[in-house]
């Protein structure tokens, strides 16, 4: 029993850098709860001094957050003067309860569409992006779950801004230049197998339709 | 990326695979835990037939202390069977803790060798090289933070490991690399200390310098401490049967497919001159 009170109390310090300056300013209590061994209980008090439980906290967090990076990286690059809050506030709420991090990605679609509902987030085309990033990722999943492996998924999706102009740059995780001219523009995003296409199908009067490149799952 | 290991399967010996990419683990007790991802399974399933597999999982935290979750392996042996892995690899370490409502870890973290978790691994261990039908390798864990008072060194707890259980090594050495580092001891005494006849498969790997750490990033080429412990290692390893190149899934725009091939062809080089076996691979994370 002790040993699992040991990791479990280890888990719970990796996933609450809080929890850790806690034990390392020399509060027990954040371990009396545990029923630990004298042994387990110097180990880690030790470990919380060591640079390398900093580390080790920064990496799990990274990792847990991996997938919101892959999937959302131009609502990332939008939100980016208030990211970190977000994730702070994300990562306190939300605990890692499975290896695969199925749930994370999930948890911060509901955060970003609750604080945009609310009005807490004012940010320049952050709307048509995560719109945007949101429609990729359903067809995505929709695709995982195809056993046809040929098959094809189309999706629309409207903007109010040039998505040449927004996408090109985002996908260099660039921000987009502000005060971009507001129309009426509709991308056509298909699917083939892990291959995305993105099609502008209506763009600014006298401009042709584009093909946007190329991207792969 | 997959068109990419497609594209470069003739270069390649074997391929080593994460299998929990090809399903959706809905946890434990759910009917139908495991839902397979048609798209990757097929992956798997094409790769599987044109070079021989090998399965690396990140699921099973053997080390849990709590949990012992045979469902999970028995997913791990059927897939095993399926894709005929000549292997099966874990980590020695645990990201899982609770039963019921589990809760991870994020990160794969060490155990301390003592006697009590040597115990432990040697019941389990001796479980699955039962039903398996190929064999089973446990992989030398990245830390970044030490236990005091441990009652074995890492070499004498993968060496007993092994010989009360039949078990086999997965010797990564950027993660011994990046501990030696971290952790300012000698590799070399480490590999002497080590039952190099265990080892079976090697991973070597770039990483990348944060808060003054080295980790264990899978990002970039190998480094040149590490082609050096290659160097050493692969004529001492008497049954190695492989040397596989990790790469993270980010890493593949700043090397490049150039860059990737770059290091299984140097891997490939200091094998054909130190050691008999000819067989080098990829994987992604």
């Known amino acids: ?217 | 990326m997959h068109s990419f290991i497609q594209g470069v399967l003739s270069y390649l010996d074997y391929v080593a695979v994460i299998p929990d990419r090809a399903w959706i683990d809905r946890g434990t007790g759910v009917s139908e835990r495991f839902r397979v991802l048609p798209l990757s399974a097929a992956v798997l399933n094409e790769i599987s037939q044109r070079l021989p597999v090998v399965l690396h999982g990140i699921g099973l935290s053997i080390c849990s202390a709590e949990i012992f979750d045979q469902e999970y392996a028995h997913n791990l042996i059927a897939w095993a069977n399926r894709l005929h892995s000549s292997w099966i690899s874990e980590h020695l370490s645990f990201t899982r803790v609770g039963t019921g409502h589990e809760l991870n870890a994020a990160i794969a973290l060490p155990v301390p060798y003592d006697r009590e978790v040597l115990e432990l691994l040697v019941q389990r261990v001796r479980w699955l090289t039962e039903i398996l039908e190929c064999d089973f390798l446990l992989e030398n864990n990245v830390y970044y933070f030490r236990y005091p008072e441990q009652e074995l060194s890492e070499e004498e707890f993968l060496n007993q490991l092994c010989n009360r259980t039949g078990c086999n090594i997965l010797l990564d050495l950027h993660n011994l690399y990046t501990n030696s580092l971290n952790h300012n001891f000698d590799c070399r005494e480490y590999l002497k200390q080590l039952d190099l006849s265990r080892v079976l498969e090697i991973h070597i790997a770039g990483g990348t310098p944060m808060m003054g750490f080295h980790t264990d990033s899978h990002t970039g080429p190998v480094l040149d401490g590490v082609w050096q412990l290659l160097e050493y290692t692969v004529p001492r390893a008497t049954r190695l049967r492989g040397v596989t190149f990790e790469f993270h899934e980010s890493s593949f725009r700043l090397l490049g497919e150039e860059g990737i091939l770059e290091q299984v062809h140097c891997a490939r080089n200091i094998v054909n001159k130190l050691s008999t076996i000819r067989n080098c691979a990829l994987s992604c994370l």
């Not at chain 1, 280890?10 to 371990?31: C, F, H, M, W």
């Not at chain 1, 640079?51 to 847990?64: E, F, K, L």
């Not at chain 1, 955060?111 to 807490?120: C, D, F, S």
Request: hydrophobic share 40%; proline share 5%.
């Open chain 1, 1 to 217: 029993m002790s040993l699992s009170a040991f990791q479990r109390a280890l888990v719970e310090l990796t996933l609450s850098p809080r929890l850790a300056r806690r034990l390392y300013g020399g509060d027990l209590g954040v371990i009396d709860t545990y029923n630990l061994s004298e042994r387990e209980r110097r180990r880690l008090s030790d470990i919380v001094r060591q640079a390398g439980m900093s580390v080790n906290c920064t990496i799990a967090r990274g990792n847990g957050f991996e997938a919101i990076g892959d999937l959302f990286p131009m609502t990332c690059v939008l939100l980016e003067p208030i990211l970190r809050d977000l994730l702070d506030d994300l990562w306190e709420d939300v605990r890692p309860s499975n290896y695969q991090f199925t749930g994370e990605a999930d948890a911060f679609v509901t955060r970003v569409q609750q604080k945009m509902a609310q009005g807490e987030l004012s940010i320049e085309y952050l709307d048509e992006i995560f719109a945007y990033e949101l429609t990729c990722l359903n067809m995505a999943q929709e695709m995982r779950n195809q056993t046809n492996t040929a098959c094809e998924i189309e999706r629309f999706v409207e903007f109010r801004h040039s998505p040449q102009s927004l996408l090109l740059e985002l996908s260099k995780l660039n921000s987009p230049p502000s005060g971009l001219p507001q129309g009426s523009y509709c991308a056509r995003l298909i699917l083939r197998g892990m291959k995305f296409e993105v099609q502008m199908l209506s763009a600014q009067p006298g401009s042709s339709p584009c093909l946007l490149p190329v991207a792969e799952l």
